[in-house]
C-alpha cells in the first residue's frame, strides 16, 4: 500500500513541477495561446485535486502505527497544492510589460497631457493654501480686534448682541 502512496508522490512531483513551470509562462503570453495554457493548468490541477484524494484514501488504509509519517507528508502536499492554486490564480491576472504598456499607453501625448494635468493641480493647489492662509489671518485679526483698547475681552457684549439678533429673528418667524 505504501508503494502506491509513493508511486502517487511520484506523479505528484512530475505534475506540480509542469504546472509551477506553466504557472510561470502564463503572463507573458497574450491571447488565445495564454488562454490555451489557463486550461492546460486547470486541468492539470484537478488532477492533482484527484491526485490528492487518492493518496488521502491510501493513507486511510495504512496501519495505523506508520500512518503519522504519511498524514504529515499528504499535509505537506496539500499546502503545496493550495500555494499553486494561488499563484495560479495570481498568473491568470498578472500581465507582462508589453500588455501593461499597451493598456496604460506609453506615447509621448499622454505623458503630456499627464504634465499639463499635474500642472494645473498643482496651482488649484497654491491658490486653495493663499486662500486658507488669507482667511487664518483674517481670524487671528478677528480674535485680536476682540479686545478694546484697555484690554478687556469684547465677547459679552458680542454674546449679548448675538443674542438680541437671535431673539429678532424668532419674533419675526413668529409673526409670519
Known amino acids: 500500500m505504501s508503494s502506491d502512496f509513493e508511486a502517487y508522490e511520484q506523479d505528484f512531483g512530475t505534475l506540480t513541477a509542469e504546472i509551477t513551470n506553466k504557472i510561470g509562462r502564463i503572463p507573458k503570453l497574450g491571447g488565445k495561446e495564454k488562454t490555451q495554457l489557463v486550461l492546460n493548468v486547470d486541468k492539470q490541477l ?17 496501519p495505523i502505527q506508520s500512518r503519522g509519517m504519511y498524514q504529515s507528508r499528504l499535509k505537506s502536499y496539500k499546502g503545496e497544492m493550495e500555494k499553486l492554486e494561488k499563484d495560479f ?3 491568470r491576472i ?3 510589460d508589453d500588455v501593461r504598456n499597451e493598456l496604460l499607453g506609453e506615447d509621448a501625448g499622454s505623458s503630456e497631457s499627464q504634465r499639463a494635468h499635474l500642472l494645473d493641480n498643482t496651482e488649484k493647489l497654491e491658490r486653495s493654501s493663499r486662500r486658507l492662509e488669507a482667511g487664518y489671518q483674517i ?12 484690554g478687556r475681552h469684547l465677547q459679552p457684549l458680542l454674546h449679548f448682541s448675538g443674542s438680541t439678533v437671535d431673539e429678532q429673528r424668532l419674533l419675526r418667524t413668529a409673526d409670519t
Open 94 to 96: 498578472a500581465y507582462s
Open 46 to 62: 484537478e488532477e492533482v485535486r484527484e491526485l490528492m484524494e487518492q493518496m488521502d484514501l491510501e493513507v486511510r488504509e495504512i
Open 139 to 150: 481670524a487671528v485679526e478677528t480674535e485680536r480686534s476682540s479686545f478694546d483698547d484697555e
Open 89 to 91: 490564480k495570481r498568473s
